[in-house]
């Protein structure tokens, strides 16, 4: 059905008729934020974010996973206030956040982004390692 393009006092309208008739358009795929540990077991913690990513793909969205990219050429330990910045403004970019993990282990820098998010007004979404989604209150 989708959206008129007139309102209703019968003046052309195109922008909400354009961004509706974008997101119904085949092959749309929100950007979406992946939110998973990375300090620690950054070894570990890599395999899983790229698990999570494959899993985004798997569900219809564009993954945006910066703790898999930055490290390549970035240094956690000298340079992780410049990393956390870069992630923040990456997180800017996205539709949505995908948080993957429990809440009781949520780094420092999981908590940054989703409070980022949250004074975004951004939806979030929780998932499980295991990739359930988490639909209770966080």
Known sequence: MGIAYKNSEGYSDPVPFRAVANM???GYRPLVYICSAFSGDEEGNAEKARKYSRFAVDSGAI???PHLLLPQFMDEGDERELAMFMDLVFL???EEVWVFGSEVRLSEGMRAEIG??????????YFTEG?????GCR
Do not use: H, V
């Open 131 to 135: 990739l359930k989604e988490e639909t």
């Open 116 to 125: 980022k998010a949250e004074r975004r007004d951004m939806k979030i979404r």
């Open 63 to 65: 993954p945006l996973a």
């Open 92 to 94: 800017g970019k996205c």
């Open 24 to 26: 119904e358009r085949k």
